[in-house]
């Protein structure tokens, strides 16, 4: 029995099983879906999972938009839908969530991204789905996300002049009593 002594082979066979875990659960065809989506922003650096049944991967925020543009245009994809763009907070950092759709043949992927709490900005997606726009607006609104590139990100949701926003897990909300 020969024995690998290599940290950097075992450190790569521990990212490959963990890697196995985060997609066990999808299906063939989506565990196909998400080699290609691999393959095609394979230049971001991309990591594998899955959301619930959906294939995801997750990039860096500075890439974004080349991959989202990518996403849509790439023949192998054609995800030419953003059905969803959602923020999430785990307090040390915003998870910005982009579930995508292409129509022919259907099929859903996902790419996220995760941003600093302190410097909360990455480009924006408008120029690659119009559907973009008020989404990145809601997530400026309630979490303080600055889209770069976003051709109007005034208040969507909030008034004027709201002071802090509402969708942080910091954000005070009063307490009330009932009567």
Known sequence: MVENNDPEAAEA?????????????????????????????????????????????????GDIQRACRLAKDDPRLGMSQLSLLACVDYLEYFQIVYILHSLDPDRTAVIKTDVPYETAALPSVTSVWRAADWYEREAHDLFGVHFEGHPDLSPLLLYEGFEGYPGRKEYPFNDYQEF
């Not at 963990?18 to 065809?29: I, K, M, R």
């Not at 691999?38 to 997750?58: C, M, R």
Request: aromatic share 2%; hydrophobic share 45%; proline share 8%.
């Open 13 to 61: 066979s521990q990212e490959a099983a963990v890697v196995d875990v985060a997609v066990e659960g999808l299906s063939q065809s989506n565990l196909d879906i998400l080699e290609v989506l691999k393959e095609v922003l394979k230049d971001f650096n991309p990591q594998p999972g899955a959301l619930d049944d959906l294939p995801q991967v997750t990039i860096g925020p």
